[in-house]
């Protein structure tokens, strides 16, 4: 049995007096390119969970693991180039930049030429921008945002800036991406569209590990969902499981109904 | 040994006077009122004029100092840096104007009073003396006696206004949060003026002190708001209780490094070890984190 | 943003040209060759503390490196004998050694924490020099520094300096419209969405700061022969605040702003010397004025109606 992916052990995170996650373990196992979500109702510390993963917080204890290695603790560019990308929950980009030159920028690990050779304009570094210019345009055609490539990142609607977020995660070429929110916000056709983008980098081979509270989207993309509630874990399983676990069900209500959408 | 506590005490009460003048400022309105030196240098040379050079009393010419700053204060808040703030192209702007009423003043101080060094009449005359001063006892002059006291006052005065009065309050309140403030009905712009009135006229009052010791002249500020900024960063920015730790932890520090040390290497390694600190500690002991 | 980008370029490429034909248009005054020299040196400093604002920070330590150059130059000529033209690249080696060394622990504080730390360093760098014993000469300084062109004329040193200058700004420009650049860009606008694809951000801080003070360093090792001495107040903290200055009301966006600024502002101040003792006073008084109507600095006039906002 080999090592699981992506592996969160006895997760814990205090901030002074409040606990926002305590003891959470998950697994995603092979084989790649599963769809994992952690969902759970407000303050229930998916956030904070995430962002302990991809390093942007230490746990107060437990570890995580990327492919049997310790991560934890490590800072996000570290564990950015072992493999495990994280996208923003807020709409977090460069104004001015373009779509393209976002991805294009976002491929910053994959460059061959040093920095020395980037800043002396070498044959190598001019070699890398062509090369990740192309590879940046595959990424935006897989979003479908070919046609935003060249529009300045400030013109862009909320929906498409969301698919921007997770182009430049694709860019960094992870074999996991934590999917910070990616639906919030979207109407019924874009989350459609966003489900549909989201099964097809799962294809591809990248596990995807998302935070949502879209409960249709959740349900329809899942292949296992774990749920977290006051910053503990109460539940996993299939979506059917979890649908139907009277837990998750508690935990629920008293939530706004539109918001379930069960 | 004493002497030196002596000493440490002394400019530790002043020091702490023009630290919580800069952190006042700093806590409304989120600028560092690069000027504060130079407010510093102009009570000085207010206090020189009026009680070394006319003859007034002491007690009139100090609290002339703190008016005519807390005035000056006032002017510049409302011509460079409200229509700075609300511009707000890039938000280093407030700083940059604030570097800019630095050079203005400075200036201005050369142009009209030249470079030389001045002095005033000490306002007493006398010391106590603590022990055997041959042997680890100390002295303190009245002057340097006086000026402490007046310090201390001054800051006790100011840390019970903030407290208890209403528009202490308000300026508490703004400094929190000034959006919360406005909501709650706290005028803001006026609050904002008298916070920044104030920490001029707590500069001016510590200027217009410290030339009854060490003299003024025009070029002083650079060095003061040096020292300022030391005791905020170590103290911490946008609270009191760090600008009068960082007083008196300045204040110590010089007066130990003096007496042991050749005259420049103390405050050398005063911005080495400060400079340490912060790597450890970068909002200081009592700072919140800021930009 | 292609139009400023031409835009910048059009200066620079006109402003060397411009100073490359000077001498002959000036005639040889060398009271005017000698204010050339002075702004392109100081123009050369500033560019270092603009690269530092394109990785979010105010430099106001910037004099202290050029003093670290200064001194650095004086002291192996005046000391060691060496020549100048292998004392000018070491002095800007020394000088973004230290930078990268001293910026790896301080560059992770941010806003006005950072820049008070600067002046206090600019400070304490003086007060090292000033208590540097027989190596630096003290309060005395290291005088009687021989130029590196042996005749009378002024236009040797002064084509050097223009060369240097030219220096600066390719070096600023390629750091600034490369990858390189790019990522300081983006590090400056969301250091955690730059992290979250692999950058490593404290390095690159650390690399813009070495490159700042390097230039830095070269500046003021050329105003070390320009002057042909160095002492401790050489490089103040009002110096770095007027190389902050200068990059300000140059234009922050423009890699040519340091110069602009640099400029104008060196320029306008000798204009003013008929005021003889109001002068500085006059010069403080138009500094404040240009910061209230120019907020995004001189170049920024006329510039097309789509502020390029962050």
Redo the contacts between chains.
């Keep these: 049995m080999s090592a699981p992916i992506l592996e969160a052990r006895s997760v814990t995170r205090r901030f002074g007096g409040l606990v926002a996650n305590e003891d959470v373990s998950l697994a995603l196992h092979a084989p790649a390119g599963q769809v994992v979500s952690v969902i759970g109702p407000n303050g229930a510390g998916k956030s904070t969970f995430f962002k302990m993963l991809s390093g942007y917080l230490k746990p107060s204890s437990g570890r995580v693991l990327l492919h049997g290695q310790d991560i934890t603790g490590m800072p996000p560019h570290r564990i950015a180039r072992l493999g495990l990308v994280r996208t923003f929950q807020e709409t977090t980009i460069f104004p001015d930049l373009t779509a393209l030159e976002h991805v294009s920028l976002a491929h910053q690990l994959h460059r061959e030429a040093t920095d020395i050779e980037v800043l002396l304009g070498a044959p190598r570094a001019r070699g890398d921008e062509i090369r990740l210019g192309e590879s940046a345009r595959e990424i935006l055609e897989l979003m479908e945002l070919s046609s935003s490539a060249d529009t300045a990142a400030r013109h862009l609607p909320q929906g498409l800036l969301r698919l921007l977020g997770i182009a430049m995660g694709l860019a960094a070429r992870p074999q996991v991406l934590l999917l910070d929110e990616p639906y919030a916000g979207l109407n019924p056709e874009e989350t459609q569209r966003a489900v549909a983008i989201t099964r097809r980098i799962a294809a591809s081979g990248v596990s995807v590990l998302l935070v949502e509270h879209d409960m249709k989207a959740v349900m329809a993309i899942s292949d296992r969902i774990h749920v977290l509630h006051f910053g503990r874990k109460i539940a996993e399983g299939t979506p059917q499981e979890i649908r139907d676990d009277p837990k998750v069900i508690e935990a629920y209500l008293g939530q706004e109904d539109e918001e379930l959408g069960l | 040994m004493l002497q030196v506590l002596v000493n440490g005490l002394v400019l530790g009460a002043v020091y702490a006077l023009i630290a919580l003048g800069l952190t006042m400022v700093f806590s409304i309105m989120r600028v560092v009122n690069f000027a504060h030196g130079q407010m510093y240098m102009l009570g000085g040379f207010v206090v020189y004029y009026l009680y070394g050079e006319f003859g007034l009393p002491f007690w009139v010419a100090l609290p002339a100092a703190a008016v005519a700053l807390a005035v000056v204060g006032v002017a510049f808040n409302r011509f460079f840096f409200q229509p700075v703030l609300a511009s707000a192209a890039r938000e280093e702007n407030s700083m940059l104007m604030a570097v800019g009423t630095a050079l203005l003043l400075e200036n201005l101080a050369l142009a009209f009073f030249g470079e030389k060094e001045r002095g005033v009449p000490p306002i007493v005359d006398g010391s106590f003396i603590v022990g055997d001063v041959s042997e680890n006892g100390a002295i303190l002059t009245y002057p340097n006696a006086l000026v402490a006291l007046l310090s201390i006052l001054f800051i006790t005065a100011l840390l019970a206004f903030v407290r208890f009065t209403r528009p202490g309050r308000a300026l508490r309140a703004v400094a929190q949060d000034a959006e919360a403030a406005r909501l709650q009905g706290v005028d803001v712009k006026a609050t904002t003026t008298l916070g920044f009135a104030i920490g001029a006229a707590l500069a001016g009052l510590a200027g217009g002190l410290l030339v009854t010791i060490y003299g003024i002249n025009s070029g002083v500020g650079t060095n003061i708001s040096t020292k300022a900024f030391i005791m905020i960063m170590v103290g911490g920015a946008g609270v009191t209780s760090g600008a009068i730790v960082g007083g008196a932890l300045l204040g110590f520090a010089e007066a130990i490094g003096y007496e042991m040390l050749p005259g420049s290497v103390t405050y050398l390694l005063i911005f080495v070890a400060m400079i340490v600190f912060l790597v450890f500690r970068p909002n200081g002991l009592f700072g919140k984190p800021w930009g | 943003?292609r139009t400023l980008k031409t835009r910048d370029a059009a200066v620079a490429v006109a402003m060397l040209a411009l100073l490359a034909v000077a001498p002959v248009a000036i005639g040889g005054s060398r009271y005017m060759l000698s204010v050339l020299m002075n702004c392109a040196g100081l123009s050369l400093v500033a560019a270092g503390v603009w690269i530092t604002f394109t990785i979010g920070r105010?430099n106001i330590c910037q004099a202290g490196f050029a003093l670290i150059g200064a001194y650095t130059t004086a002291i192996l000529m005046a000391r060691y004998g060496v020549s100048y033209w292998i004392a000018l690249p070491a002095s800007a080696l020394v000088a973004a050694a230290l930078g990268a060394l001293?910026g790896s622990?301080?560059l992770?504080?941010?806003?006005?924490?950072?820049?008070?730390?600067t002046?206090?360093?600019t400070?304490?760098i003086r007060?090292?020099f000033?208590?540097g014993g027989d190596f630096t000469q003290g309060s005395r300084g290291i005088t009687g520094l021989q130029q590196p062109f042996a005749t009378d004329s002024a236009l040797p040193m002064y084509y050097l300096a223009v060369a240097l200058l030219a220096v600066g700004l390719v070096v600023t420009w390629?750091?600034h419209d490369?990858?390189?650049g790019?990522?300081f860009?983006?590090m400056r606008?969301?250091e955690?969405?730059a992290?979250?694809?692999?950058?490593?951000?404290w390095r690159y801080r650390v690399?813009a700061f070495g490159i700042a003070c390097a230039l830095g360093g070269l500046g003021g090792s050329y105003f070390a022969v320009f002057t042909q001495s160095v002492y401790p107040q050489s490089f103040?903290?009002?110096h770095s605040?007027y190389y902050?200055?200068y990059c300000?009301l140059g234009g922050?966006d423009y890699v040519s702003g340091a110069m602009v600024g640099a400029f104008a502002l060196t320029i306008l101040f000798e204009l003013l010397s008929r005021f003889q003792?109001?002068q500085?006073?006059v010069?403080?008084?138009m500094?404040?004025a240009v910061?209230?109507l120019l907020?995004?600095g001189v170049m920024a006039i006329r510039a097309a109606a789509r502020?390029?906002?962050?």
């Design positions: 943003m105010i001293i622990f301080i992770k504080l941010r806003g006005i924490y950072f820049s008070m730390l002046i206090c360093l400070e304490a007060l090292a000033l208590n390629r750091v490369s990858r390189v790019r990522i860009h983006a606008l969301n955690a969405l992290e979250s694809f692999g950058t490593d951000v690399v103040t903290v009002e605040i902050m200055l300000f922050l003792q109001y500085t006073l010069y403080g008084v500094m404040i910061i209230l907020p995004n502020p390029s906002r962050a």
